[in-house]
């Protein structure tokens, strides 16, 4: 693969608010290259969870474009940009969404089903990646009977199974106390760089964040570089 993972070229997304118009990102760039770790600070309301769901393809920019691997989304039909981003994005959320009435190998083998993976091939990759995040004794339980971070770790194995090229994490370590999120991050900056992927992390965590390659904030819409 040549190019960045994700390009966003002057991408500007607003919302209303009665007759006010609520301007979230404005013309804002962005580059990421494959194997970087970002982190997104920002405070509440700048607009973090947007950006993530516009880069995700989870909403559409009002205006500008967004490149995953060289391909441009704006003129994609809306099931070219599922297919896109169910094999090309993975994506981890504060609260973690598993499926609570499937086994952790049950919830990170579905998603590589509903892709077309082979059954078999897909229960033996989950069961491979519990075992790369220590969660292998763990795989037939149900998410209730599991920790916190039991629990993020297992929904971050979900969002790699497929092996995405990009990986979009809202505060992924924002329900957990302090010792546990430093483990999952750990884990989860350990997969991304072992693998090559692409990750683009929210945190309000600043010594999580220094641990990444770059730092990125939103200020008045846009995306700037911070030390």
Do not use: C, W
Not at 40 to 57: D, E, F, N, Q, R
Not at 65 to 87: G, H, Q, W
Not at 173 to 198: K, Q
């Amino acid at each position: 693969m040549n190019g960045p993972v994700l390009e966003l070229n002057r991408v500007s997304r607003h919302y209303r608010e009665g007759d006010a118009r609520l301007d979230i990102l404005v013309n804002a760039g962005f580059v990421m290259e494959a194997g970087q770790t970002v982190a997104l600070i920002a405070p509440s309301g700048a607009g973090k969870s947007t950006l993530l769901h516009v880069a995700g393809l989870l909403e559409l920019p009002d205006e500008g474009e967004v490149k995953i691997n060289n391909a441009p989304t704006s003129t994609m039909s809306d099931d070219e940009r599922t297919r896109l981003r169910r094999v090309t994005i993975g994506f981890v959320y504060q609260f973690h969404h598993l499926l609570p009435e499937f086994t952790a190998l049950e919830n990170v083998t579905l998603p590589q089903i509903i892709a077309g993976l082979d059954r078999r091939v897909a229960v033996e990759r989950a069961g491979q990646l519990l075992e790369y995040l220590h969660l292998g004794a763990r795989a037939g339980h149900r998410p209730g009977e599991l920790s916190g971070g039991e629990q993020q770790r297992v929904a971050i194995a979900r969002a790699v199974a497929n092996g995405p090229d990009l990986l979009l994490a809202d505060e992924p370590t924002g329900n957990l106390d302090p010792r546990t999120a430093e483990h999952v991050f750990d884990t989860l900056m350990r997969l991304a760089r072992g693998s090559g992927l692409a990750a683009l992390v929210a945190t309000h965590n600043i010594d999580l964040a220094k641990q990444m390659d770059r730092r990125v904030t939103l200020r008045d819409g846009q995306l700037v570089e911070i030390d």
